[in-house]
């Protein structure tokens, strides 16, 4: 938070954007992850957006690091 608030705040924020394990871009869900402790559907996107205000997208952990390669990494062409 120190680091928002230091940018300006909350209200600059537009969006954010969770890669996860099992995300499901589609129900902004993590399903059934069995790398993490927690069991079954956690609806993580409503999540932030109830506690945040602002507009949450989730996918799966390996596309979005694959979104950042290509974006700002070694995969930029």
Do not use: C, H, Q
């Not at 909350?10 to 992850?33: C, L, Q, R, W």
């Amino acid at each position: 938070m120190p680091l928002i608030i230091a940018n300006g705040g909350v209200d600059k924020i537009k969006g954010i954007g969770i890669g996860a394990p099992n995300g499901n871009y589609y129900s902004g869900t993590i399903e059934f992850a069995p790398n993490l402790p927690w069991k079954g559907v956690i609806p993580l996107a409503a999540m932030f957006e109830e506690r945040l205000g602002i507009p949450t997208a989730l996918t799966n952990d390996a596309n979005a690091a694959g979104i950042g390669e290509m974006t700002y990494g070694a995969a930029r062409g």
